[in-house]
DNA sequence: TCTGGGGTCCTAGGACCC
DNA sequence: TCTGGGGTCCTAGGACCC
């Protein structure tokens, strides 16, 4: 019989680690990483966490600290941890060859028929990463994701523990999982503990003691899932890398408020021309365009407006210049007057794939080609001199709508500009 | 003054068909 | 006056994740 083990990596307090990487007086110093905008708490360092400060906390309730330098605050900076992610799974992918990159932090490990101790392996896999990436991990391994899940917080929580905690045992399972708040799980949120608080259960241990069919019932199949893992019945498989998205979005909150049309419709050609992009990237076409505006949502003193409209495309395509027109003609729908906008976004949906055969109507047929090398030639001079050396023309110059980041660290691994000179004296 | 962004999966219910 | 039933497909919206 095959014996299967998952584990689960992921960066401990990621954004503030990569930040800390390149400013080492910033060892035992609270970290605070901005999301878009500087507009709440993303990611926090241990010292951060140990001060109550908590997860989504918005800046200006630290602005005092800030000010009187107890809390280092940084905008977040994508390039720098999108290059240590890289790394990071890079050097993963040594210790198993089947590994699923879960998000920018988090990779599944499968092991298949290893016959090592798995602690002893787990901490190896620990401390090489440490010493080849310079970034923290974390590492929990069981029979099943949610139990990896598990094992993964309890390794992060227990000092003495190398980082790596595995739970391979009935006993060993049944133990952690006694102590183990059934809000933690992967999988259980708001509304699932709600109802679980209702029935008293307050461990994983009570919730996977439930009878089956009742969950079944009473949960949907997502939750059932759940109490299947944790009774060691794995239902979670490794996803391939190769699979695409169903959707690509790209959305952000403006820099102030904003009630003209122009700077509207410029944010969304822009977002258009961005999910364009990774569409490209991933070599598929869109069927739809969904746009989203709205007002502030905890702005109470003006009038709340929410609308989305969805229109279809002609036919499938990744033309920036198409999409971003279609993004106006859906703006045109339901902007409205007298508003004060606040956000707005981009989805693109009904995606296909390049390879699976496309209608072609015969009238666009000889456009396809022209449109290729067009889209082409945009993305190489935009990924070889920098975002948007290259525009089309109602991306505009971005002033009325950017968003704020005051505290961007350097892009010290993917701008040369950015590099850091040691000098050998 | 100031509260993120990008995804997936599931379900209910409407539209449509025969 | 009487007005089926079952299937599929699509979409909106909720829940959850990082």
Request: positive net charge; aromatic residues 10%.
């Amino acid at each position: 019989m095959k014996k299967l083990l998952w584990g689960l990596a992921d960066g401990n307090n990621f954004y503030a680690s990569c930040e800390r990487l390149f400013r080492p007086d910033l060892i035992k110093k609270p970290i605070a990483i901005l999301s878009n905008n500087d507009g709440c708490i993303i990611a926090r360092s241990e010292e951060l966490k140990a001060l109550g400060v908590k997860m989504g906390t918005p800046k200006f309730k630290i602005n005092e600290e800030i000010k009187n330098g107890t809390i280092i605050p940084f905008s977040s900076n994508y390039e720098l941890y999108g290059e240590l992610h890289n790394r990071l799974m890079h050097t993963l992918s040594r210790f198993t060859p089947d590994i699923e990159i879960y998000s920018i932090d988090e990779s599944w490990l499968l092991f298949e028929n290893f016959n090592y101790n798995m602690t002893d392996y787990a901490e190896h896999i620990v401390a090489e990463t440490f010493k080849l990436v310079g970034t923290p991990i974390s590492l929990g391994i069981a029979p099943t994701k949610t139990l990896a899940k598990v094992a993964n917080k309890l390794a992060k929580k227990d000092k003495q523990s190398k980082g790596a905690k595995v739970l391979q045992t009935e006993d060993e399972i049944k133990e952690a999982l006694s102590v183990f708040p059934v809000q933690d799980l992967w999988g259980v949120g708001r509304s699932k503990f709600k109802a679980l608080t209702q029935l008293n259960i307050k461990t994983a241990l009570e919730f996977s003691q439930l009878p089956g069919e009742w969950v079944r019932k009473n949960f949907s199949i997502t939750g059932f899932r759940t109490w299947q893992e944790l009774r060691g019945f794995p239902c979670h498989q490794l996803l391939e890398e190769t699979s695409s998205k169903d959707a690509i979005a790209t959305g952000r909150t403006f820099g102030k408020l904003l009630t003209d049309y122009d700077s509207i419709k410029e944010a969304l050609v822009n977002h258009a021309v961005s999910c364009s992009q990774k569409l490209r990237k991933q070599k598929s076409y869109a069927s739809y365009v969904n746009i989203r505006i709205e007002t502030n949502r905890f702005r109470d003193d003006l009038p709340r407006y929410v609308n989305t409209f969805t229109a279809r495309l002609l036919q499938p395509t990744n033309n920036s210049v198409t999409i971003a027109k279609t993004t106006i003609e859906a703006l045109d729908k339901i902007f409205k007057k007298g508003i004060f906008y606040n956000r707005c976004s981009v989805t693109l949906l009904g995606l296909s794939d390049e390879l699976t055969g496309m209608q072609e109507s015969l009238f666009e047929q000889h456009d396809r080609g022209k449109s290729k090398t067009l889209m082409s030639i945009l993305d190489q001079v935009n990924i070889r001199y920098g975002k948007n050396t290259l525009k089309i023309a109602t991306q505009g110059n971005g002033k009325s709508w950017a968003l704020r980041n005051e505290h961007q660290s350097p892009k010290y691994l993917t701008q040369l500009d950015d590099f850091i000179n040691i000098t050998l004296g």
